[in-house]
DNA sequence: CTGAAAGCGCTTACAG
DNA sequence: CTGAAAGCGCTTACAG
């Protein structure tokens, strides 16, 4: 290796000088003695003579030729980049973490790097984001839709950019789209705390302009309806945004006149909101609550926490098929793929009603 | 807005032709009647007429126009991309994913987008995902570093790509980086068991391979040392790599004829064997645990569960810091942010050693 | 301030 | 198979 610095161990004790020049192709087509264009073909592996592509491949080598992608790409017939845009709520989140995850194990096989970025639900800085994805030419972009008009993609997407809604289906343009099943996946938490004996089952849900809290809703009134349960609102706490909110709704809940039984929790937050609250009142052992949305520790609580999981990893992979068959040119109908949920009994979900003995088939 | 696709309604049912192209500079100018130059300097807010600068914005809006922000940094001077490249063991990890979010709130206010990625701790796919950033030309990157040698990274540090490590120092390589106070943190919560009276404290490690590990057990000596307390071999377990690992390791102390009265567990996952461990031998109102790393519900335990908090997201904005200060020019030494831990005391700390009797001051 | 021209690093018809 | 030339979308000296 040549000593750029001067110094001889290699190794500079500062950061050092700023302005070594990346090395180009013409330079590599000088060290090799061939054209511009053979070292390009050599490089992108069509058809050369073995010895050239030999030769540029050394020079390549001693050089630390790296080729430059952007460039490549703005002159290339498919103007593929091989990156695509992810923007989350928030990356930090375990939900979007793992559907990240799930994305770039699709996404590696193909040599596609991943941008990711959070809009925290403001329609404004998700719009922003977007641009400034659509500006570095990705390819594609996963969107969580925030906001209520999406039809600001439209013109990128007829520029041939693949974009693939995930979590929540978006407004104003259609495009494909991966969700959950809400809706069951309620049905079937409820329906779990309906076949051990509950009649009177809370409901805590998250901010009711998501789509996703609307469809649980939806599903915990299917459940009772199934089993001619009565709705009764006063059971019913909506828009709570955080734990803090959960937990002072749960503790109403639990103070009625007529308490709940059980509860189910719509989301995350929601659900540790209510076993803060469950403690704080000691009715951990007595009330019943199944929680949408798994989460670590969740069955070393005690009573385990029973909780309708979903699958993000596997999310983030339907997504990334659904974006690189666009891209591979696949030109049908829209498409939406719903994954399902899994019921994971932890104990809590089996405490039955207070005054009711080993209720198996309600 | 004009219809590309002949439909009239703005939404058509399929995706449509893929076809459009993209508006170029050369469109907006032609559409303003200016040159290129004109529309470049309008749209990068250089001197231009204010007459002229309205008209290619007016343009430019009526044609959807996007910079490319490629083509602009191929010919530019600073060769900025604004986009920053993330390398960590698994993006899908909490502490990864707050890194994440920390560094972009930063990258954020500079108009940088941020790819992220995993290297699953494999030496190999760290270097792969290295060169594929460097391929587009990233401005900086910041590695959680697996493997043992990093010199492939010099060179692109010579071309001026910004490198700050995070979590771990690098080898064979000098380089800012940003850590967490390991040993300081570790000692300051086995010091807290200590002070409520155990002298026979168990340690559960991660992979010695990885210096965290070893820095936290350091730290754990340290404390010992300081109380004239003997190290025991017999009740130190490294190299648990799983929760499952920990957990039967966990079982094991506390099957010895002479059982730790504490554990420490290093590490997250060991943290939820641990507790798994000490549930399943009903042992956890007697052995009191600690752990490195804050975990989501560690509070709703019983009894709650005391851990040395990072702060990831402070590391995050730490790393963007040093990152930018050194893309702004700054030329100074190689610096080492070290963050400060946090104790969370939440119970278990409290839990005596059996046979004890209020002891605050051991 | 404005425009014509050169050129960033690459790919790709086009002749040989 | 190989090389000279044009050009991707942009910025930036260079004259005016």
Redesign the interface.
């Known amino acids: 290796m040549e000593t750029?610095s001067g110094s001889t161990d290699?190794?500079?004790?500062?950061?050092?000088?700023?302005v070594?020049?990346?090395p180009t192709m013409k330079d590599v087509a000088a060290l090799a003695g061939v054209s511009l264009s053979t070292v390009s073909r050599a490089v992108n592996g069509t058809a050369v003579d073995a010895d050239l592509a030999a030769r540029v491949h050394e020079a390549s080598r001693l050089l630390?030729y790296?080729?430059?992608?952007?460039?490549s790409?703005?002159r290339r017939a498919d103007r593929h980049?091989a990156?695509v845009?992810l923007i989350f709520d928030?990356?930090?989140?375990?939900f979007?973490?793992?559907v990240?995850?799930g994305f770039?194990d699709v996404a590696?096989g193909r040599?596609v790097?991943?941008?990711?970025?959070?809009s925290d639900q403001d329609p404004e800085r998700e719009q922003e984001m977007a641009?400034?994805?659509?500006?570095?030419?990705v390819d594609g972009l996963i969107v969580v839709p925030a906001g209520p008009d999406h039809?600001y993609l439209?013109?990128e997407?007829?520029?041939?950019v693949a974009i693939v809604f995930v979590d929540r289906p978006p407004s104003?343009?259609?495009?494909d789209v991966v969700l959950t099943d809400n809706a069951g996946g309620t049905a079937a938490g409820v329906g779990h705390l309906i076949a051990i004996g509950h009649r009177r089952i809370g409901y805590l849900g998250d901010r009711s302009a998501l789509h996703t809290a609307m469809a649980r809703l939806e599903g915990y009134r299917a459940a009772l309806a199934a089993h001619a349960i009565a709705y009764d609102p006063a059971v019913v706490r909506l828009e709570l945004g955080s734990s803090a909110a959960s937990r002072a709704a749960a503790e109403e809940l639990l103070e009625l006149p007529d308490p709940p039984t059980a509860l189910f929790a719509g989301q995350n937050l929601v659900t540790?909101g209510a076993?803060?609250a469950l403690?704080g009142a000691g009715a951990q052992h007595r009330v019943a609550l199944v929680g949408f949305d798994d989460?670590?520790?969740?069955?070393?609580?005690?009573p385990g926490l029973t909780v309708v999981a979903q699958d993000p990893?596997a999310i983030g992979r339907a997504a990334a098929e659904l974006l690189f068959s666009?891209l591979d040119g696949h030109?049908g109908?829209?498409r939406q793929v719903v994954l399902p949920t899994r019921l994971i009994a932890r104990g809590p979900g089996e405490i039955p009603p207070a005054g009711s003995s080993s209720v198996r088939a309600a």
Chains 1, 2 share one sequence.
């Open positions: 750029l290699g190794t500079p004790s500062t950061v050092g000088p700023r070594a020049r990346r630390g790296r080729r430059d992608h952007a460039a790409t703005l980049s990156s845009g928030d990356v930090s989140n375990p979007s973490s793992a990240h995850r770039e590696r040599g790097l991943t941008f990711a970025g959070s641009h400034a994805l659509f500006s570095r030419r039809g439209r013109r997407r007829e520029a041939g104003a343009i259609d495009a540790i076993v803060s403690r989460l670590i520790l969740a069955d070393a609580l005690e990893a666009r030109d109908a829209l």
